[in-house]
Structure formats: C-alpha cells, structure tokens
Nanobody, 127 residues
Framework: QVQLVESGGGLVQAGGSMRLSCAAS????????MGWFRQAPGKEREFVAA????????YYADSLRGRLTISRDNAKNTVYLQMNSLKPEDTAVYYC????????????????????WGQGTQVTVSS
C-alpha cells in the first residue's frame, strides 16, 4: 500500500519555526517530484513548495518565498519543509504530495499533476 505520511505539525508562536516531514512507503518516489500544499479553513488547497526528483530544482509560492526551504532525502524516501518566521496566516493543514509523472526536468506546481497525497498535518500559528 502506497502511503505518504506527514509529521511535524503542531502549535507554534508567530515568528517561530517548524519542520514538516513526509515519509513515503509502499514504493519509491525517488523519480517523482514532491510537493507541499496547504488548505486553510474555508479556502482552497494551495501550492506551497515543490522539489524535482533529483532535488536540483525547487519552486515556492511567491508569498512564501524566503521563509521556506523544501528538501528531500531519496535514500529515506522522505521530503521536508522547513518553515521560518511563521505567521498566523500560515495556519492550515499541510499536505505532502508526489507527482504522477516521473523524471520531469522541473517540478510541477499544479495540484492536478500530483497523484499521491498524504492525509495532512495541522500547523497552527498563534499570534
């Protein structure tokens, strides 16, 4: 059974940092782009960050660039999202996803192009 399991969420004060992890099991995703999305209450799920299969290319949502770092360890089948200078508006459920296609030159930012999803982890930033 293919699974993506996020961890590392929780409650943090504004200005703090948090590191999310996403561990994959059931198959290797070393050839797939990996992405993070988030969904706040009453809002659509939005793109946060993505990393190419080899880790050389990364993309970030414009509003979040400079505060996030996405990375991956293919040997561990795990992707990470380091978030700094967190704000209350960052409060959301954060989802990890793996792209449907493999070995793309650039990671996709389009939600529909991710075919594997985790259950999400709640991140709450208090003011």
């Amino acid at each position: 059974q293919v699974q993506l399991v996020e961890s590392g969420g929780g409650l943090v004060q504004a200005g703090g940092s948090m590191r999310l992890s996403c561990a994959a099991s059931g198959r290797s995703f070393s050839g797939n782009a990996m992405g993070w999305f988030r969904q706040a209450p009453g809002k659509e799920r939005e793109f946060v960050a993505a990393i190419s299969w080899g880790g050389r290319s990364t993309y970030y949502a414009d509003s979040l660039r400079g505060r996030l770092t996405i990375s991956r360890d293919n040997a561990k089948n795990t992707v990470y999202l380091q978030m700094n200078s967190l704000k209350p508006e960052d409060t959301a459920v954060y989802y990890c996803a793996a792209s449907s296609s493999s070995y793309a030159t650039r990671p996709t930012t389009k939600r529909d192009e991710y075919g594997y999803w985790g259950q999400g982890t709640q991140v709450t930033v208090s003011s």
